[in-house]
Each structure stands twice: as structure tokens, then as C-alpha cells.
Antibody, heavy 119, light 112 residues
Framework: EVQLVESGGGLVQPGRSLRLSCAAS????????MHWVRQAPGKGLEWVSG????????GYADSVKGRFTISRDNAKNSLYLQMNSLRAEDTALYYC????????????WGQGTMVTVSS | QSALTQPASVSGSPGQSITISCTGT?????????VSWYQQHPGKAPKLMIY???NRPSGVSNRFSGSKSGNTASLTISGLQAEDEADYYC????????????FGGGTKLTVL
């Protein structure tokens, strides 16, 4: 079964850091680009960051550029998001998503991990 | 990096057809055939319904169809069913020297 399982979320104070992980299974992880998409409570989806299969191409939303770092370990079938200098507006459910081959669409999603930034 | 524009809500009766629009710019929707649509039920993860403007993934009902004209993409759902009631989001790849995507603000579909 194709599956993405996020972990690492929690309650964190403003200005602190958190690292999210996404464990992939059921497909050849290193064949696909991967992404993080977030959803603030009661709000819409926001693309956060993406990374190509070999980490050669990486992108960030303007709202997180310079604070968040995406990475992957193909040997461990894992995707990561290092989040520094967290702000209240980063509070959201963070989804890991697999990009479908050459279609720029997200065909597999995890269930998300909740990040709450509050003092 | 502005969000794509979708109507906040649409509604229709069972059996009817509805269309949700998604307006962007020549840098995203109008510039690439990489528009996708997602369905999200409350408390659930999004589900891919349409990719590359008009293609349906395996398992998605043919009642769902997509199209694009200029900077506006559209999702049409025909033969509305109660289970279609959900939030729908469009997304597009955007022009950039790096990877970059943008989502629409979402549309709440109510089946009356």
C-alpha cells in the first residue's frame, strides 16, 4: 500500500524550531519529487516547499523562505522539513505529498502532522 | 506569489451540474498545462481529482472534468451526488527559477 506518514508536530513557542518527518512506503521513493503543503485551522491549502528526486531542485513559498529547509534521505525513504524562527502564522496541519511523474500534481497525501506555534 | 482565485462557495441539487472556476495569471494557470484539482472532505487529506488540466486519475469518476481557457481553469461536476459535498482546491505550477506551486483559496460545494 502506498503510504505517507508524517510526524514531528507539536506545540512550540514563537522563535523556536521544529523538524517534521515524512516516512514513505509502497513506492520507489527516489523516483519522485516530494512536497510539504500546509493548512491553517479553517483555512485553505498552502504550498510550502518541494524537492526533486535527487535534491537537485528545491523551492519554497515566500512565506517560509529563509526560515524553513526541506531535505530528503532516499536511503531512508524519508522527507524532512526543518522549521526555524517559527511564528504564530505557521500554525497549521502540515501534509507531506508525493508529486505524480511529470504532471506537477500531488497524487498521494499523508494524514498530516499538526504544528501549533504559541507562547 | 498570490493565491489563485476561486469562488468561496457553489451549490447545486442532486443530478445537476456545477462548475468551479480558478483564475490565475499568465505566470501560472495561463502559462502551463499543469493545473490540478483536489477534493477535501472535513477532517480528511486532499484527494487528487484532475491533473494536467483535464486528466482524471484512475478511480476518479468521469462525472468530474476539467478545462482551461486563458488564465482561467474550471472543474465541472455533472450528476451531482451527496458525497460530492466537499471543499475543492485548484493548484498550478508557476514560472520560477525554482520549484514553485500555488493553490486557490478553495470552494465549498454544497449539495442541496
Amino acid at each position: 500500500e502506498v503510504q505517507l506518514v508524517e510526524s514531528g508536530g507539536g506545540l512550540v513557542q514563537p522563535g523556536r524550531s521544529l523538524r517534521l518527518s515524512c516516512a514513505a512506503s509502497g513506492f520507489t521513493f527516489d523516483d519522485y519529487a516530494m512536497h510539504w503543503v500546509r493548512q491553517a485551522p479553517g483555512k485553505g491549502l498552502e504550498w510550502v516547499s518541494g524537492i526533486s528526486w535527487n535534491s537537485g531542485s528545491i523551492g519554497y513559498a515566500d512565506s517560509v523562505k529563509g526560515r524553513f529547509t526541506i531535505s530528503r534521505d532516499n536511503a531512508k525513504n524519508s522527507l524532512y522539513l526543518q522549521m526555524n524562527s517559527l511564528r504564530a502564522e505557521d500554525t497549521a496541519l502540515y501534509y507531506c505529498a508525493k508529486e505524480s511523474t511529470r504532471s506537477a500534481a500531488f497524487d498521494i497525501w499523508g494524514q498530516g502532522t499538526m504544528v501549533t506555534v504559541s507562547s | 506569489q498570490s493565491a489563485l482565485t476561486q469562488p468561496a462557495s457553489v451549490s447545486g441539487s442532486p443530478g445537476q451540474s456545477i462548475t468551479i472556476s480558478c483564475t490565475g495569471t499568465s505566470s501560472d494557470v495561463g502559462g502551463y498545462n499543469y493545473v490540478s484539482w483536489y477534493q477535501q472532505h472535513p477532517g480528511k487529506a486532499p484527494k487528487l481529482m484532475i491533473y494536467e488540466v483535464s486528466n482524471r486519475p484512475s478511480g476518479v469518476s468521469n462525472r468530474f472534468s476539467g478545462s482551461k481557457s486563458g488564465n482561467t481553469a474550471s472543474l465541472t461536476i455533472s450528476g451531482l451526488q451527496a458525497e460530492d459535498e466537499a471543499d475543492y482546491y485548484c493548484s498550478s505550477y508557476t514560472s520560477s527559477s525554482t520549484l514553485r506551486w500555488v493553490f486557490g483559496g478553495g470552494t465549498k460545494l454544497t449539495v442541496l
